[in-house]
């Protein structure tokens, strides 16, 4: 079992940064894989970006390549995900996941799900 507690979501304004984190607890953090996935109002919950357990490997979606950077501290348990120039269309719920086995960008093969930290970012 893994527990994930998402942090570091607010109201920013366009043309901000913002940096999530992601704590985790209980099994072995350095085992698995974490993705950091967002959903808006209406929409269904989508890929942002994820880390292999070494953070070695990085994958972003096309929404947030070039102004976002996942990184991972095994140390402390926790991932981070940073996003620059932010829009509107930024808005969203985002939640942290952890999995196991293998990298994906398909939510619904991870195990583990933290609650969500809201960003909000006004034009």
């Known amino acids: 079992q893994v527990q994930l507690v998402e942090s570091g979501g607010g109201l920013v304004q366009a043309g901000g940064s913002t940096r999530l984190s992601c704590a985790a607890s209980?099994?072995?953090?350095?085992?698995?894989?974490i993705g950091w996935f967002r959903q808006a109002p209406g929409k269904e919950r989508e890929f942002v970006a994820m880390?292999?357990?070494?953070?070695?490997?990085?994958t972003y979606a096309d929404s947030v390549k070039g102004r976002a950077t996942i990184s991972r501290d095994n140390a402390r348990n926790t991932v981070y995900l940073q996003i620059n120039s932010l829009k509107p269309e930024d808005t969203a719920v985002y939640y942290c996941?952890?999995?196991?086995?293998?990298?994906?960008?398909?939510?619904?093969?991870?195990?583990?799900w933290g609650r969500g930290t809201q960003v909000t970012v006004s034009s």
């Open positions: 996941a952890a999995r196991r086995l293998g990298q994906t960008t398909l939510p619904d093969l991870y195990d583990y």
């Open positions: 209980g099994r072995t953090f350095t085992s698995y894989v």
């Open positions: 880390i292999s357990w070494s953070g070695s490997t990085t």
